[in-house]
């Protein structure tokens, strides 16, 4: 029997968040309450487990960290600071979506459309639209607002306010229309230029030049095509074979790209290290 891919389990485990995040309400509905919460703020068992960005904000705020969420947050960094921001890659159900969005728009609209031209890096958007919704926090609201424009937490809140009080949120529309915009466009605006959810895990993954990332070896590459296997399988429009020729803030460490090199002489590949494996 062919063994799954590493898409396959990816795939498996984002459905599986994205489901249980429907199922978490309904079972808190029935007072069945070993897992509570969202993408804010979410208890397993008794484990906490926080975004990094609501706890930033609301310690700023108030100048008190409780260790719940410190741990809760910690968890969350130091997973990034190991393993890059898998969160979204492997978690986050906007991914989810917005990676299917990606797909679909792949296949229905002309091969002609090329969508969007996007060119530089989204994490200088993402720092100034972090600081200016920091500042803006701190300076005139008492509502973190860098937390209104998570969507996956957006995602998980709007079935807690079905479930929980039968209210239909209208945030549906604005994760609807950022994924039609992203549909048209052919490309994950909001994930690579926008999301303020991302940017501390970023961060958390640059501290640590060890951590695990895409390596690649040249001399391997079966690929003499312009747009390369890896380059397609990528759904942020990234070059997979250059990731080591400057900081690498966008790479999600998805593996869509190891799975398409597969049958291009395995050149990609999961590494842990200093130095991309290119480098040697
Ligand atoms: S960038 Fe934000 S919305 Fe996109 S997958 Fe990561 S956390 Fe989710
Ligand atoms: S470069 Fe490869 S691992 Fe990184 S996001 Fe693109 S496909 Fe995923």
């Not at 459309?113 to 958007?125: E, H, Q, T």
């Not at 039968?166 to 999301?195: D, G, N, P």
């Not at 001399?219 to 296997?229: E, F, G, H, T, V």
């Amino acid at each position: 029997m062919k063994k799954p891919s590493i898409k396959t389990w990816r795939r498996a485990l984002q459905i599986g968040v994205a489901v249980a995040f429907i199922l978490i309400p309904l079972l808190n509905h029935f007072r069945i309450n070993y897992f509570t919460g969202n993408f804010l703020a979410f208890y397993a068992a008794g484990l906490p487990l926080v975004d990094p960005l609501a706890v930033l904000q609301i310690t700023l705020k108030n100048y008190y960290l409780s260790v719940d969420l410190l741990v809760g947050a910690g968890i969350a960094l130091g997973l990034a600071a190991a393993l890059g921001t898998v969160f979204c890659s492997w978690v986050c159900p906007f991914g989810l979506l917005s990676e299917w969005g990606q797909s679909l728009s792949g296949r229905l609209l002309p091969r002609a459309d090329k969508g969007m031209s996007v060119k530089g890096r989204g994490f200088r958007i993402k720092i100034i639209l972090f600081g200016l919704g920091l500042a803006g926090f701190l300076l005139f609201s008492t509502t973190p607002v860098l937390n209104q424009l998570s969507l996956p937490a957006w995602y998980s809140r709007i079935f807690q306010f079905y479930f929980e009080q039968r209210h239909i949120s209208l945030a549906i529309l604005f994760l609807l229309a950022i994924l039609l915009v992203e549909f048209a466009a052919r490309q994950r605006l909001w994930c690579r230029y926008i999301c303020p959810q991302s940017f501390l895990l970023i961060a958390a993954k640059l501290i640590n030049p060890s951590r695990l990332k895409i390596g690649f070896q040249q001399d391997k590459c079966l690929s003499n095509k312009a747009m390369s296997p890896c380059q397609k399988a990528c759904s942020l429009s990234l070059d997979p074979k250059t990731l080591g020729e400057s900081v690498d803030t966008e790479c999600t460490n998805c593996g869509d790209c190891v799975v398409a090199c597969k049958r291009m002489g395995r050149a990609l590949g999961f590494q842990f290290g200093l130095r991309y494996r290119n480098s040697d």
